[in-house]
């Protein structure tokens, strides 16, 4: 449930593009709900998933909170009193509900929330078209916080429903119409070397990055070799096949700990029906595509697996040198199949962008130089640095609109729910 | 979630009359659901309750599974796959889904449940009338266990649904129209002697009974006291101002250990808002009418309030000799309160029947010589039979069609999500 | 870790006969320690469990609160501080340390504690020897509750450690030097019947007795038929080998809740080894003798094992009926086996008295008209009485000198770190 | 319980010198026994705490193991049974006992282990007098490392012991005789200056090391300043006076969330006495000496300081080069205070050494081309490498004959059983 940090930079757009971006996304919000009966709505299947519910009022809250109050004059809350549980899990304090808690609530209603969705959107037009020249700086800043903030509550809306779909016995389907990715093995893998030295990593120039790409800084990198593609499933099942789970020597200690308590053998969404392997899609339960990237995988089975190739998973820094002279293309959201794809055999470097989120072996840390930007959403810069991996490229439920090479996800260690895998890399 | 035990004797009734309480009961489920939004239908707050919808389907899938699958030809089910989710939690084998995760599911919807309720309703009237002769009583034993069980639901469906509107922090209302009871006070008690010697409980001759309210059997009673009412709030009140939540000598010790550890201090829906006593009911929070009888009190609490008035609470042989020969009346769910009243001053003995459940000190056990019957709710017959109290009289949310004066009903000694209060009695 | 209830009758004995009954309760106490290790003082290997180290100085602690500190003038308290780590569980307020947490002291050591009972019993006899006759009365009458404390906490010292030395993977052997009962088979059971009509049952008269077993009163009871000897391991075996602890139907649901958490397929201290089976004993790890009555057994599974014979297990009101004419003797510590032994057959009622306790179908309630005595142990009298059941008879462990007809033991259903076995009823 | 990573590097020491080298390490670990009673060996107040009498095993298990079964023949173990109890926690298959639950062993007793301990012993010199040349480089090679673990377990002995007595409500004295570091103002605080570019870390040359230092390797720094000491437990105190454990704005998220769970609102072992600030010593509880460096304190705590001081942590880059050219000198073991003491004012950088663990805000991670030695430890080389920071220059527990510039301690961010404490950095 937990969002990015904060943009720390930002280019002058005009009112007319930042408006049409504004449309564009809570458009594509409307879309990812057609499919959804008013039941789906309530689900909340662990403590870690939001119900779809909740992120719908919690995307319209963050424009009401930091815009329309602020901001635009004479405005008033329509949900007032109820505005506290459209919050997020940050803001604590004096919460009666924790938002592991949403599905206790069945009012406000789904239209009562569609409601106040429409209520605040007319308001964010209204005041997009009327605010004065003087606060359209810090209004526009905000505002690009609040898309790229919808948009990654996109990809948690669709993630969290996944999950809770899955946990029906009888794998509800999503879209019946979205298309499959063709069944075909993929490339062989070769391995791009790359030298040493001093180089610069992280975010500088203009345009829309968060602070936690911030400051551009100086690494130094040994020489490394990074595969060319995605681990794929029929490559994972290998390691299934050979013991993978079993065998403690490859495991980290605390990876091996999360696998002997909870029985993990396979990953999230596997399942074994009358002998073939399935696994939970947004088209319901498919049989294995074995050709496409793994997915929803814990860092600890990444590594597990790297240990078992006898190689490791990349840096962060490394995956940025590699990555930060490709165009930035791949199978995002705009893709539509909404499912990781099998690598075409196009380019010497393959699926850095999109597909899955790759899990590398840097934690995540404050850059050096680093510091807390102020303004109203810089307190909760670093809070989330600690016991958490840096993940990179984006994935299929991601937009492209929001990915930078300098662009850093995050997880915990145990994490499955998101489109995760991995590359492998191997020193030189 | 738990229903009572199962019917060992029945009348012989026409099939019209079945067929009108068939449709009656079901009539009163459909009323009971026209105040639900959607979502509301999905709640479960904790494990001990059951979301509406479930309710609903699992009064349903009753009838389809004792009356419609063995004896109505060539019946086809209409979810014959989904229909392990609704049975309830006393059947768990080869379950992949317990019944305290009901509120997973988004799927079957609302929807696709009252299509089903229909559709078995259907071929339940077709049932009826075209039986033959030679089933006919099986059926009619059967259907009038049918009905029963809805009534019990529909009991659970409202405390439930109570337990969940509560966990709301705005209170949602159930129903605006409902009336309240008058503010006044309650009679003065008085003591209602009764001798001592070998008397007869327990359920003979015609009608409707369950087995557990079976043999009819002898007992020796000692001389007691009965109090002409229930304990009220304003009592109830008195205990806890004087520190009854905090003197654990009054305590039973499992009943101290509870109230540590959950931090009791009032009866479960008690809330001080602004320096008053409020509580949730089905109009949403009220001010307390403190001539009312307590209710949502746990045995503990009724235990413990017993001791510090230096009294005790009656046993069910006590109680079943008092009510025996009154008639049948009360605050019951026909009255349509759903919410107990003040007493009223008419009678020596007063709201032995509906109001609240009455907390005795008996262990629901056995009567000496019961012998588990040969049907096929038989099997759960005396399972329930550990650790639980019986409780008497029926409530505000009981059907008047449920109740006799050997009527059994049992409960942990911790639970307070049904209307249960108590009456005091004594040694003489 | 729960002792009896209070005792409320005492007849008159010399001080002489006293002194003689506290240095002989002292003696076999000490005597109980002399296998042990220092180490195994601090033994605590669950919250149930005392480590030896503090029942020693808990019935120590009894003595000094109860005699010493308000009858001995100047009596100086050698541990004034500690003297709350002594105390037991029920007095909860004010407690840093619960008695669950023993473990984690290892100081004051065993040779302090050693030094508080020498100390203590010199004073005792002081003040035995020097109170003035006005005192004696009440002094006599708490010494005689302090000597059957002590008798009741020397079988609790012996049930927790064989359970801590059963946690060590070596199975310590506490005594080398046990005799180990003859292996034989067990006589046949025949069924002797009782009439029905009213009696008496509970404590009157002379003597010593808990507040618990009185007042004698009147009862009515059936017709009923009990086994002539307790069930044995051969006959349970006979239960698990052909599925006992796989159908449900045979189980109370609580019971069914519990063997299914904690995975229980038989009694406690069962091992199978190379294909035998064995169980735990006081001289350590042992093929089991078949002919044994069953031990460590839970009133669940006594339940269980009673629907798979087809009887039932007898009530209290039975056992005491049965038993109140018979000779006290049998299989008691004074036998120094500390196991059950194989039933004789050389009457017509078997091992009533001693080798295990027998578990009855009765819930542990007041009886009528019992009122809490007024002493300083009057306060906990009913406490315990919820969630528990009455066992009779004592058993290997318990001295012949604390039991009577009208005893009554209580145990919550789950429990089997006492000897706690069964034998069968039937109605006619 | 947790050793650190294994050595890849060691000299040639002469067969004499590693003798003395392992008496004295054993005569060490014997010295630390003197103050302990027999009970005190059981101690487990925690699964994370070890019970003495496991880590006099252990340590005894180590040589056996490593050096004894395989290199001295004819050898024949003295509880060949019972060694799987003294192995550690990593190897976790086929074990009946986790190491979490060593208390609930009484036997062998600590005169068992003692005995086992003299065994070992005496077959150790007699392998170093005897073993050939061939095998010698092999067994000096482990032999270090077994006194290196020997040295780690003393430092873990007592630092679990420090916990279990303060868990004690009579807080025992380990030693009386301790001196007490003089109470005295810490000096001012200034900042030392370090300029940026390439430079080098980690470990080469000759001598001992682990392989978690090694490669040495390249590194780029910014600018970056030093306090000359650590932060004092006055500092600490007017952090905590000013509202530190309230202000979420300050925390790590996961660390509000520890000190929210576990309503932590101080360093472990303070307590106020009276108005007074004390904290648990080996001395037993004491006023707190305000200029000493804070320490039991978790990386959350070091964190939130930081920040309320508007500092940061140093990196363990940072640390190692301005610890590399210091002379290896200050408060160890080998002073024998067993406690922080207060900065004396006679050089640029105080306290690098010894007094406290300091944390660094750098997850402990693999160094770049790190591989895991081809040894029979080798196989746990990385596998803690998650979740873990590391801790730099030892403490007042730790033998200043294990410590090196670059010697990397590791600990979960929660951890606050260890003398850990913390320095304060910041970009210039």
Redesign the interface.
């Known amino acids: 449930m937990t969002t990015s940090a904060n943009m720390i930079c930002s280019s002058n757009v005009s009112r007319e593009e930042v408006l049409q971006q504004f449309q564009k996304v809570q458009q594509e919000t409307d879309k990812l709900c057609h499919p959804l009966?008013?039941?789906?709505?309530?689900?909340q299947?662990s403590p870690e998933v939001s119900p779809p519910?909740w992120h719908l009022a919690h995307m319209t809250w963050f424009y009401e909170t930091y815009l329309l109050l602020p901001f635009l004059e004479n405005y008033q809350s329509l949900y007032l009193?109820?505005r506290y549980?459209f919050n997020d899990h940050?803001i604590?304090?004096g919460k009666?509900?924790s938002s592991a808690h949403q599905?206790?609530?069945?009012?406000p209603?789904?239209e009562d929330i569609s409601h106040y969705r429409q209520y605040v959107h007319q308001h964010m037009v209204q005041l997009i078209e009327t605010a004065d020249e003087q606060s359209w700086q810090e209004i526009n800043f905000r505002l690009l916080m609040g898309i790229h903030h919808e948009y990654q509550h996109q990809e948690l809306f669709l993630a969290d429903l996944k999950y809770?779909f899955y946990?029906?016995?009888?794998y509800?389907v999503y879209r019946e119409d979205l298309a499959s990715s063709p069944k075909r093995q993929a490339p062989l893998i070769h391995w791009l070397e790359y030298s040493s030295g001093?180089d610069n990593i992280g975010f500088s120039g203009e345009g829309f990055a968060f602070d936690n790409e911030c400051p551009q800084?100086?690494?130094?990198?040994?020489f490394f070799c990074l595969a060319s593609r995605l681990v794929t499933n029929a490559e994972y099942l290998e390691f299934m096949e050979t013991g993978g789970y079993e065998r403690?020597?490859l495991?980290?200690?605390?990876?091996?700990e999360m696998i002997?308590k909870h029985h993990y053998n396979r990953p999230l969404y596997w399942e074994k029906i009358e002998g073939q392997w399935h696994y939970m899609t947004f088209k319901g339960i498919q049989p294995i595509n074995m050709g496409e990237p793994v997915s929803h995988i814990s860092?600890?089975e990444a590594s597990a697996f790297a240990s078992w190739a006898g190689k490791r998973l990349p840096t962060e820094v490394e995956w940025e040198l590699a990555a930060r002279d490709l165009i930035i293309a791949g199978n995002f959201k705009e893709q539509d199949l909404l499912h990781p794809a099998v690598a075409k055999d196009n380019e010497d470097l393959l699926q850095m962008y999109g597909d899955v989120w790759e899990w590398t072996?840097s934690?995540y840390?404050p850059y050096?130089?680093h510091h807390t930007p102020d303004t109203p959403f810089g307190?909760y810069n670093?809070?989330?640095?600690?016991?958490q991996m840096v993940l990179r490229g984006g994935a299929c439920l991601t937009s492209i609109e929001t990915i930078r090479s300098s662009f850093r996800n995050f997880k915990y260690?145990h994490e499955r729910k998101s489109f995760s895998g991995f590359r492998l890399a191997e020193?030189i």
């Open positions: 009966k008013i039941e789906d709505y309530m689900l299947t519910k009193e109820h549980l940050y604590q304090a009666k509900f599905s206790l609530l069945s009012r209603t789904i809770s946990l029906n016995p009888f509800p001093l800084h100086e690494v130094y990198v040994n403690s020597e495991w980290l200690s605390d990876g091996w002997t860092y600890y072996r934690p840390m050096p130089g307190e670093t809070k989330f640095m600690t016991n260690l020193d």
